[in-house]
């Protein structure tokens, strides 16, 4: 059976850098397990990067630039790459938001990975219901 596909916002990724346990380290290490296939596109691989290397952010990290870099590219090792050929406007009240929303959409993903839900409704349309997941318990 193939791994869900999923989005995961970039707060979730900051979340993720920034505290030692939390569930959205949880997100990353599935991915890394393949048991979830993150996609990732032209517009959120840029909004990962920039973030990535904002300094500031990540004073309270214990994770150095280039480490932070590393993390990064080994991630993208494992994501798949979808081209977006259609935006879909207007939708989310937030003109930042929509292209998770459109690469989700792109890449037949299953769900998407947020830590600001509330971000994703209210949309002027309406797709097919995303999963939730939770990670692994063992």
């Known amino acids: 059976m193939a791994a869900p596909r999923v989005v995961i916002d970039t707060n979730v990724l900051v979340s993720a850098l920034l505290r030692r346990e939390s569930y959205n380290r949880e997100v990353f290490q ?20 920039d ?12 994770l150095s630039g280039l480490e932070r ?3 990064f590219e080994s991630f993208l090792n494992v994501c798949e790459w979808v081209r977006v050929y259609y935006l879909w ?10 292209h998770v929303l459109e690469l989700a959409v ?3 993903a ?3 990975v ?5 971000d994703f409704e209210g949309a ?15």
């Open 30 to 49: 599935a991915c890394f397990e393949d048991r979830l296939t993150p996609l990732v596109g032209h517009t959120l691989f840029l909004e990962y990067e």
């Open 51 to 62: 973030v990535l290397g904002r300094d500031a952010l990540f004073k309270k990290s214990l």
């Open 69 to 71: 870099q590393r993390f």
């Open 89 to 98: 406007r207007p939708n989310l009240r937030d003109e930042g938001d929509n």
């Open 106 to 108: 792109a890449g037949g």
């Open 110 to 112: 299953s769900m998407i």
């Open 114 to 118: 947020t830590k600001n839900t509330a």
């Open 124 to 138: 002027n349309l309406r797709f097919r219901i995303f999963e939730s997941w939770a990670p692994r318990t063992s």
